[in-house]
């Protein structure tokens, strides 16, 4: 045990000129306690290890060293954060509100790091403490409070508005328990729960003071004013205090700092005293329990909605809380609210929080008496809206009982809207029973619906689908009425992603390569890379990317052997799937291409193959059988091929268990083939395609989503394209689509899917994967029997290119040089552009620091 004493010794190692031993007259950045130099940092990690940590370094763990590094980092934000909020209050502007169920964030520190420029520094200061910063990395828990893609395009959309320093606020949920973590035993997904503030949260800042009341249930009554008029009240039944958590959002290489601000449900404070006095302790503390479930945990559920109770109280609980923190922000300033559309632009990221077009409604009509049209005229002005699928099945609607049940005034205010817009309609299209059948927020068929899409469209000013095809889609089909009605509501927002994470922090040889060649301009303007294109033909820069890529699947290689004991040849094609586990994405389909290739072995024990390492990765909602099949399906057929000794290595499956961000930081950057291949029309955008593709792995994919724009940058003769088009997709199931023709008529097909049907990767179990083999058969309703012998004659195009490795390092070299249009940066310049009309604030940093005025 090193004794406080020696904990002073072990400081005065470090460069007494540096220290701040004498009163100053006057303090910089550089010389209080968060400044930058070497020196500094080495004693604030320091006393952040003996002072908040509470240990010294003969018994700090790894975990320690991250809270005390983590916490070095965060007060050198902090000028920054209250700088950047003062500013924005101070200069009355106009600030992009980002709602979202799901913020997919990512571990903080190592993007906080590249963000401030400290990361090399840090390095530095780590290893003089005998310390491997890669390893204090690894200690953080991984923030996963979102399912997949719309989460992880929130963070990066966060990335982007503070490094193009955009005022920005996002706004969330603090989920106790997020995305479960998986397990796979006996080839099965096991869900265990993901307590991820256990160990407390470094990078958070709760604000009890800014707490907000959010209220639920109960009923409405018509009351009369002062003047007689009738309005109605909501009697709510139950009060839960919202508290917001703070975490500070740096961009990179600027001094912008935004907020998101993530909002925990607790008890309120007055909540049952009079079962607290009567002596029902347990009573009251039961209900308190009940009130703090709703921000307990994330519903697991991707591109399905849930329609439960809870989580429409989830819904409800943080729009309700942030546009009431948005109007105090607001009234700070202003008189009234008549301006609030100009200081706040409010995007829903898909309709998970589009009840706040009903909440603004009613905070304006009845908490400030604003008459309905001059309320819905601001509400309108103030949201957009943002859609995420085509898959009717996968928009949101709430049943009109289980509204009523939680949000009575709501409901009504929804059928006032409803009402409102319907007698419009028919004014200007009488007669037209179809088209207000289709418009209608409400579902009249089997149990009165909300339909959240429709409301959101409503109350909207801007609607924008997340690539070319998607918004073309959606126009032509699954909000067709709506476009035909407002054509100028409707904009493609491409979506994008941050080139700081997916490739500074994942792909730092890749990054340090480029940056030789063309200097660091990239990293703020992707469409810098395209110089790297004059490289392709200079043997000694193929030679190097080469021997990047094959240092990067090392890695990931030597991380699999370590963590998940399983060895894969760094010489075989990494062919890599990593996403959700969704029928429409079809890993199904991988998995038919891996059985197709066996088949071949198992005929020829000698047939040329070229070496394969098939990595999976992905979770399965909890509830989704056929999805959960499909991982037991991968597993159950790795299970034979890695083990019959005709293969003899040439091909290999490994399911990584728990995809998530830290491991798409591993794997995006390690894969030589990138696996796109949802039936066309099903995948809005994709934002996997990107992260691989700017990393130099090559694509196999369909026309869907961005892969098409990915296809275009990239040029067409550098991504391996097969399948049905979205068009065809339609007019064959228009047509009637019979899948058995296809195993009737393909011999290789039928040898594949008999193979599983008669339970040779189910031993003992013939009947275990029937579902899948029925569902391929008799319905199909992804085509995977249509796309599949398109599919395996590309890959078979993927072997023949990567047996010529001068002309893979080539295409890939072209991949990453031309995936410029796919940063977020992009993205949200057009957002603030297009949509929301906010143009960047610059934060400046060199006034005093108000917080050592009066020293
Ligand atoms: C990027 C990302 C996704 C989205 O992947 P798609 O291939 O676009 O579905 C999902 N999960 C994580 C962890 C990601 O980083």
Redesign the pocket.
Same mark, same amino acid.
């Given at each position: 045990m090193m004794s406080p004493r020696l904990f002073h010794q072990e400081q005065s190692m470090i460069d007494q000129s540096t220290l701040n031993t004498s009163p100053q007259p006057t303090i910089t950045i550089e010389d209080d306690r968060t400044g930058m130099s070497v020196a500094t940092l080495k004693r604030a990690f320091l006393d952040n290890l003996f002072y908040l940590q509470g240990i010294d370094r003969s018994q700090a763990t790894l975990y320690d060293y991250y809270v005390a590094l983590a916490y070095t980092i965060r007060d050198r934000l902090l000028h920054r954060f209250i700088k950047t909020v003062a500013t924005y209050k101070q200069e009355k502007v106009k600030v992009v509100c980002y709602l979202s169920a799901e913020f997919?964030m990512g571990r903080h520190l190592g993007n906080n790091l590249i963000n401030l420029g400290l990361y090399d520094k840090i390095d530095q200061v780590m290893k003089e403490f005998d310390l491997d910063l890669n390893e204090i990395i690894e200690q953080e828990p991984d923030p996963g409070l979102g399912n #997949? @893609?719309l989460g *992880?395009l929130a963070a990066c959309f966060l990335d982007s508005l503070a490094s193009l320093e955009v005022p920005a606020i996002g706004y969330g949920i603090r989920y106790e328990f997020g995305i479960f973590h998986q397990r796979i035993q006996d080839g099965w997904q096991v869900e265990v729960p993901d307590n991820w503030l256990r160990f407390g949260n470094p990078w958070e800042i709760p604000r009890a003071d800014e707490s907000v009341e959010v209220k639920l249930g109960g009923h409405t009554e018509i009351i009369h004013n002062e003047k007689n008029q009738p309005k109605v009240v909501w009697i709510p039944e139950r009060t839960i205090l919202a508290i917001p958590y703070d975490t500070p959002v740096p961009g990179y290489q600027t001094n912008t700092v935004n907020p998101l601000r993530l909002w925990k449900a607790e008890a309120s404070e007055e909540f049952n005293f009079e079962a607290f006095n009567s002596g029902l302790y347990d009573r009251a503390v039961a209900e308190k329990m009940d009130a703090e479930t709703i921000s307990k945990v994330l519903y697991p559920n991707d591109n399905t909605p849930a329609g439960r109770e809870l989580r429409l109280a989830q819904q409800y609980f943080f729009v309700s809380a942030s546009l009431q923190d948005l109007i105090r922000i607001h009234l700070r300033t202003h008189p009234n609210l008549d301006t609030f559309y100009e200081l706040t632009a409010i995007q829903l990221n898909d309709t998970h929080p589009a009840v706040a077009i009903a909440e603004l409604m009613r905070l304006f009509v009845d908490r400030y008496d604003y008459d309905w049209d001059k309320a819905w005229d601001i509400t309108q002005k103030t949201f957009a809206y943002t859609n995420h699928t085509l898959m009717p099945e996968a928009l949101e609607r709430w049943s009109v009982d289980l509204f009523a049940k939680l949000l009575p005034r709501h409901l009504e205010i929804i059928y006032e809207i409803n009402h409102r817009f319907l007698t419009g309609l028919q004014t200007w299209f009488p007669n037209d029973e179809a088209l207000v059948e289709s418009l209608s927020l409400i579902e009249e068929n089997h149990g009165k619906k909300i339909r959240m899409a429709n409301l959101a469209c409503v109350g909207s000013h801007a609607i924008n689908g997340v690539a070319a095809l998607h918004t073309e889609l959606l126009k032509k089909d699954t909000l067709r009425d709506f476009a035909k009605l407002w054509p100028q509501k409707f904009f493609n927002k491409t979506n994008g =992603?941050t080139p700081r994470r997916w490739i500074l922090l994942s792909n730092p040889e890749l990054s340090a390569l480029v940056t030789e060649k063309i200097g660091d301009g990239w990293l703020k303007n992707l469409d810098e890379m395209r110089q790297i294109e004059k490289f392709v033909d200079d043997p000694e820069f193929c030679r190097r990317w080469r021997e990047i890529k094959q240092n990067n699947k090392r890695n990931l290689a030597a991380y699999l052997l370590k963590y998940r004991n399983v060895q894969i040849d760094v010489n075989s094609l990494f062919d890599v799937q =990593? /996403? *959700?586990i969704h029928e429409y /994405?079809r890993q199904h389909l991988a998995a038919l291409e891996i059985i197709h290739l066996y088949n071949r072995i198992k005929q020829n024990p000698h047939a040329e193959i070229v070496p394969r390492t098939f990595i999976f990765g992905g979770k399965a909602a909890p509830g989704y059988f056929m999805a959960k099949l499909i991982i037991k399906l991968i597993n159950a057929v790795g299970e034979v091929v890695n083990n019959d000794p005709d293969v003899r290595g040439r091909l290999k499956v490994v399911f990584v268990s728990n995809? &998530? =961000?830290s491991l @798409?930081q591993r794997i995006y950057p390690a894969a030589d083939l990138s696996e796109?291949i949802s039936t066309a029309g099903k995948?809005a955008? #994709?934002? @996997? &395609?990107m /992260?691989f593709a700017m990393n130099g792995a090559l694509t196999i994919g369909t026309l869907d989503g961005a892969n098409i724009e990915i296809r275009e940058e990239a040029g067409p003769e550098n991504f391996f394209l097969f399948g049905l088009t979205a068009e065809q997709v339609y007019a064959m199931k228009e047509n009637g689509y019979h899948p058995h023709t296809y195993y009737d008529n393909n011999f290789d097909l039928k040898a594949v899917i008999d193979r599983i049907a008669h339970g040779y990767f189910s031993p003992g179990n013939p009947n275990l994967f029937h579902p899948i083999v029925e569902s391929l058969l008799h319905h199909d309703p992804y085509m995977l029997l249509a796309d599949y012998q398109a599919y395996v004659g590309c890959q078979d195009e993927v072997s023949k290119a990567y047996a010529d490795q001068d002309r893979w390092t080539k295409m890939s070299i072209l991949n990453s040089a031309r995936m410029g249009k796919f940063s977020s940066d992009r993205t949200i310049r057009e957002y603030c552009k297009e949509i929301w009309d906010v143009p960047p604030v610059k934060i400046s940093l060199d006034e005093y620091h108000p917080e050592y005025a009066d020293l």
């Amino acid at each position: 045990m090193m004794s406080p004493r020696l904990f002073h010794q072990e400081q005065s190692m470090i460069d007494q000129s540096t220290l701040n031993t004498s009163p100053q007259p006057t303090i910089t950045i550089e010389d209080d306690r968060t400044g930058m130099s070497v020196a500094t940092l080495k004693r604030a990690f320091l006393d952040n290890l003996f002072y908040l940590q509470g240990i010294d370094r003969s018994q700090a763990t790894l975990y320690d060293y991250y809270v005390a590094l983590a916490y070095t980092i965060r007060d050198r934000l902090l000028h920054r954060f209250i700088k950047t909020v003062a500013t924005y209050k101070q200069e009355k502007v106009k600030v992009v509100c980002y709602l979202s169920a799901e913020f997919l964030m990512g571990r903080h520190l190592g993007n906080n790091l590249i963000n401030l420029g400290l990361y090399d520094k840090i390095d530095q200061v780590m290893k003089e403490f005998d310390l491997d910063l890669n390893e204090i990395i690894e200690q953080e828990p991984d923030p996963g409070l979102g399912n #997949g @893609g719309l989460g *992880r395009l929130a963070a990066c959309f966060l990335d982007s508005l503070a490094s193009l320093e955009v005022p920005a606020i996002g706004y969330g949920i603090r989920y106790e328990f997020g995305i479960f973590h998986q397990r796979i035993q006996d080839g099965w997904q096991v869900e265990v729960p993901d307590n991820w503030l256990r160990f407390g949260n470094p990078w958070e800042i709760p604000r009890a003071d800014e707490s907000v009341e959010v209220k639920l249930g109960g009923h409405t009554e018509i009351i009369h004013n002062e003047k007689n008029q009738p309005k109605v009240v909501w009697i709510p039944e139950r009060t839960i205090l919202a508290i917001p958590y703070d975490t500070p959002v740096p961009g990179y290489q600027t001094n912008t700092v935004n907020p998101l601000r993530l909002w925990k449900a607790e008890a309120s404070e007055e909540f049952n005293f009079e079962a607290f006095n009567s002596g029902l302790y347990d009573r009251a503390v039961a209900e308190k329990m009940d009130a703090e479930t709703i921000s307990k945990v994330l519903y697991p559920n991707d591109n399905t909605p849930a329609g439960r109770e809870l989580r429409l109280a989830q819904q409800y609980f943080f729009v309700s809380a942030s546009l009431q923190d948005l109007i105090r922000i607001h009234l700070r300033t202003h008189p009234n609210l008549d301006t609030f559309y100009e200081l706040t632009a409010i995007q829903l990221n898909d309709t998970h929080p589009a009840v706040a077009i009903a909440e603004l409604m009613r905070l304006f009509v009845d908490r400030y008496d604003y008459d309905w049209d001059k309320a819905w005229d601001i509400t309108q002005k103030t949201f957009a809206y943002t859609n995420h699928t085509l898959m009717p099945e996968a928009l949101e609607r709430w049943s009109v009982d289980l509204f009523a049940k939680l949000l009575p005034r709501h409901l009504e205010i929804i059928y006032e809207i409803n009402h409102r817009f319907l007698t419009g309609l028919q004014t200007w299209f009488p007669n037209d029973e179809a088209l207000v059948e289709s418009l209608s927020l409400i579902e009249e068929n089997h149990g009165k619906k909300i339909r959240m899409a429709n409301l959101a469209c409503v109350g909207s000013h801007a609607i924008n689908g997340v690539a070319a095809l998607h918004t073309e889609l959606l126009k032509k089909d699954t909000l067709r009425d709506f476009a035909k009605l407002w054509p100028q509501k409707f904009f493609n927002k491409t979506n994008g =992603v941050t080139p700081r994470r997916w490739i500074l922090l994942s792909n730092p040889e890749l990054s340090a390569l480029v940056t030789e060649k063309i200097g660091d301009g990239w990293l703020k303007n992707l469409d810098e890379m395209r110089q790297i294109e004059k490289f392709v033909d200079d043997p000694e820069f193929c030679r190097r990317w080469r021997e990047i890529k094959q240092n990067n699947k090392r890695n990931l290689a030597a991380y699999l052997l370590k963590y998940r004991n399983v060895q894969i040849d760094v010489n075989s094609l990494f062919d890599v799937q =990593v /996403k *959700r586990i969704h029928e429409y /994405k079809r890993q199904h389909l991988a998995a038919l291409e891996i059985i197709h290739l066996y088949n071949r072995i198992k005929q020829n024990p000698h047939a040329e193959i070229v070496p394969r390492t098939f990595i999976f990765g992905g979770k399965a909602a909890p509830g989704y059988f056929m999805a959960k099949l499909i991982i037991k399906l991968i597993n159950a057929v790795g299970e034979v091929v890695n083990n019959d000794p005709d293969v003899r290595g040439r091909l290999k499956v490994v399911f990584v268990s728990n995809f &998530n =961000v830290s491991l @798409g930081q591993r794997i995006y950057p390690a894969a030589d083939l990138s696996e796109q291949i949802s039936t066309a029309g099903k995948e809005a955008s #994709g934002t @996997g &395609n990107m /992260k691989f593709a700017m990393n130099g792995a090559l694509t196999i994919g369909t026309l869907d989503g961005a892969n098409i724009e990915i296809r275009e940058e990239a040029g067409p003769e550098n991504f391996f394209l097969f399948g049905l088009t979205a068009e065809q997709v339609y007019a064959m199931k228009e047509n009637g689509y019979h899948p058995h023709t296809y195993y009737d008529n393909n011999f290789d097909l039928k040898a594949v899917i008999d193979r599983i049907a008669h339970g040779y990767f189910s031993p003992g179990n013939p009947n275990l994967f029937h579902p899948i083999v029925e569902s391929l058969l008799h319905h199909d309703p992804y085509m995977l029997l249509a796309d599949y012998q398109a599919y395996v004659g590309c890959q078979d195009e993927v072997s023949k290119a990567y047996a010529d490795q001068d002309r893979w390092t080539k295409m890939s070299i072209l991949n990453s040089a031309r995936m410029g249009k796919f940063s977020s940066d992009r993205t949200i310049r057009e957002y603030c552009k297009e949509i929301w009309d906010v143009p960047p604030v610059k934060i400046s940093l060199d006034e005093y620091h108000p917080e050592y005025a009066d020293l």
